[in-house]
């Protein structure tokens, strides 16, 4: 082998080496990002539950107001209702806000300045 090829096997194996670390990086970026975005995630659907079930006890009041336009005060039955359509509303923006609004976007911008910077060096 002459001394051009040596070096050139040398850079090959730099070359992959550098790239194997680079994908082990951007793999751990992503893993970590992943794992912050289910937490986003659950707390979301916590909210969303919690949000749910006071839908549901505002549909009960009204239920409970109907039965009580009957004979009992229909004042009290409806303010209650509109206590917990109120809390279930505020449940609801409120897990909104927790969904993540894109998958992943660290580790996609990280992997696009990879793609980029590979493509330069080609």
């Known amino acids: 082998m002459t001394s051009e090829t040596v070096s050139t096997m040398e850079l090959v194996k730099?070359?992959?080496?550098e790239a194997r670390e680079l994908v082990q990086?951007?793999?751990g970026i992503a893993r970590?990002?992943?794992?912050a975005e289910m937490q986003r995630v659950k707390r979301a659907a916590i909210i969303a539950g919690l949000a749910t079930g006071s839908v549901f006890l505002a549909f009960a009041s009204l239920l409970i107001a109907l039965i009580l336009v009957l004979g009992a005060t229909?004042?009290?039955a409806l303010l209650v209702a509109l206590g917990f359509a109120v809390i279930g509303s505020a449940?609801?923006?409120?897990?909104?806000?927790?969904?993540?609004k894109t998958v992943l976007p660290r580790a996609r911008?990280?992997?696009?300045?990879?793609?980029?910077?590979l493509k330069e060096h080609i």
């Not at 730099?14 to 080496?17: E, F, I, K």
């Not at 449940?91 to 993540?100: I, K």
């Open 109 to 117: 911008h990280h992997l696009q300045n990879d793609f980029n910077e």
């Open 25 to 27: 990086l951007e793999l």
């Open 32 to 35: 970590e990002e992943l794992k």
């Open 14 to 17: 730099a070359t992959v080496a």
């Open 91 to 100: 449940l609801g923006a409120c897990a909104y806000r927790f969904v993540p």
């Open 74 to 76: 229909l004042q009290a």
